[in-house]
Nanobody, 124 residues
Framework: QVQLVESGGGLVQAGGSLRLSCAASGRTRSTYTVGWFRQAPGKEREFVVGVSRIGGTTPYPDSVKGRFTISRDNAKNTVWLQMNSLKPEDTAVYYC?????????????????WGQGTQVTVSS
């Protein structure tokens, strides 16, 4: 089993920044791919970005391109999501998820492990 714990969420004004962390423990392996998802109230869970074992990433959606950056440190079993120039529409619960595969997928059902989520609220 792998446990994922997100942290770094909070309340920030529009234009501000937050850095989310996803720390893995348990039977961690650097082969896991990790994805960040977000879910706003009343909306479906949305894939934001994923990172492979060696640091390759999926394309960023236009909604976050140029503002969000994913990174990972396998030695620390941690993945980060740096979020800059935050907008009110970024408000959501952010989840990290991991899957034991070299393939990054946007489909939530294909991830094996999930964190509990961290709330990000951006005020206008």
């Amino acid at each position: 089993q792998v446990q994922l714990v997100e942290s770094g969420g909070g309340l920030v004004q529009a234009g501000g920044s937050l850095r989310l962390s996803c720390a893995a423990s348990g039977r961690t392996r650097s082969t896991y791919t990790v994805g960040w998802f977000r879910q706003a109230p009343g909306k479906e869970r949305e894939f934001v970005v994923g990172v492979s074992r060696i640091g390759g990433t999926t394309p960023y959606p236009d909604s976050v391109k140029g503002r969000f950056t994913i990174s990972r440190d396998n030695a620390k079993n941690t993945v980060w999501l740096q979020m800059n120039s935050l907008k009110p529409e970024d408000t959501a619960v952010y989840y990290c998820a991991a899957r034991d595969s070299v393939v990054i997928t946007r489909m939530p059902a294909l991830y094996d492990y999930w964190g509990q989520g961290t709330q990000v609220t951006v005020s206008s």
